[in-house]
């Protein structure tokens, strides 16, 4: 009994495990589908996107936020602040020009300048310095740290 029982909830979790992957954060926001339009995951960009825009132009876009936000970038832990104004350029599998990220490494804070698609990596780019992540860590819209979870508008 309990043996079939465990199977059941084994399988429900199995089943409710895809929708919930691919479930949209905040339906409202095109920000989000924009990023994957270009291939890039959505957990580039936090939970709180308030304003998106894109000039098809000159591929400059800017993303304003609610409010600062920071987060815990997988795997290693590093610390990334997001700026309210978010700005830079989207074009062929690279998002240049970027201003509005910082990360928190070797005591200081760094921009990112740009994040680049390779293969399934994310290269983020500091300067002339880069690191490399798999670009399925960021897979997941995260929510900002110390504040109150953001509910998804439908
Ligand atoms: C979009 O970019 C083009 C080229 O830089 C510029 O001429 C135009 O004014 C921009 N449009 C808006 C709405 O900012």
């Known amino acids: 009994m309990s043996k079939s029982l465990f199977?059941?909830?084994?399988?429900?979790?199995?089943?409710?495990?895809p929708s919930s992957l691919s479930q949209n954060p905040n339906p409202s926001s095109t920000a989000y589908s924009e990023l994957k339009s270009y291939g890039f995951p959505v957990g580039l960009l936090p939970v709180n996107v308030?304003?998106?825009s894109l000039n098809r132009t000159s591929c400059d876009f800017a993303v304003h936020l609610?409010?600062?936000?920071?987060?815990?970038?997988?795997p290693d832990?590093?610390?990334?602040?997001?700026?309210?104004?978010?700005?830079g350029k989207l074009v062929g599998g690279?998002?240049?020009?970027?201003?509005?990220?910082?990360?928190?490494?070797?005591?200081r804070w760094w921009s990112i300048?740009?994040?680049?698609?390779?293969?399934d990596d994310l290269v983020f780019e500091v300067g002339v310095a880069?690191?490399?992540?798999?670009?399925?860590?960021?897979?997941?819209?995260?929510?900002?740290?110390?504040?109150?979870?953001?509910?998804?508008?439908?």
Do not use: H, M, Q
């Open 77 to 87: 832990n590093y610390l990334a602040s997001y700026e309210r104004r978010i700005t």
């Open 7 to 17: 199977a059941l909830s084994l399988l429900l979790l199995l089943l409710s495990l």
């Open 50 to 52: 308030a304003s998106y």
């Open 113 to 119: 300048s740009g994040i680049r698609l390779s293969g």
């Open 94 to 107: 690279k998002i240049a020009d970027l201003d509005g990220i910082r990360v928190r490494a070797l005591f």
């Open 130 to 154: 880069s690191a490399r992540y798999p670009a399925r860590n960021f897979d997941k819209v995260p929510e900002c740290e110390g504040r109150a979870p953001k509910k998804a508008d439908s």
């Open 66 to 74: 609610d409010g600062r936000c920071r987060i815990t970038l997988p």
